[in-house]
């Protein structure tokens, strides 16, 4: 089964950018759906961005608060599912995971793989 290392997180002001990383090791990150999470402080991990896994090609998702700003994309020589952020908000900091799937759920229980989580604040 796939395991997944996240990295990229870091702090920055609001407006600024961040890439995060999930790369897949023990496993082809094209054959899954990969979503990115975050939980915020005392919350629950919630859905922020998803790409669906490669057949002929893979759909992305996202929700409505980070359309526009965050864009997911797969390299698959690197196997490595990236999100990149711009314009970065308070309201966007978080532990980010990145979860690997059968497909895209909103459900975290649904995910068959889950990195540990990498660190975004972003600061007023």
């Known amino acids: 089964q796939v395991q997944l290392v996240e990295s990229g997180g870091g702090s920055v002001q609001a407006g600024g950018s961040l890439r995060l990383s999930c790369f897949g090791s023990?496993?082809?990150?094209?054959?899954?759906?990969v979503a990115w999470f975050r939980q915020a402080p005392g919350t629950e991990r919630k859905f922020v961005s998803g790409i669906t896994r490669m057949l002929f090609s893979s759909e992305a998702r996202y929700v409505d608060s980070v359309k526009g700003r965050f864009t997911i994309s797969r390299d698959n020589a690197k196997n490595t599912v990236y999100l990149q952020m711009t314009s970065l908000k308070p309201e966007d900091t978080g532990v980010y995971f990145c979860?690997?799937?059968?497909?895209?759920?909103?459900?975290?229980?649904?995910?068959?793989?889950w990195g540990q989580g990498t660190q975004v604040t972003v600061s007023s």
């Open positions: 979860a690997a799937g059968a497909g895209l759920y909103d459900n975290d229980n649904d995910y068959l793989a």
């Open positions: 023990r496993g082809t990150l094209s054959a899954y759906g």
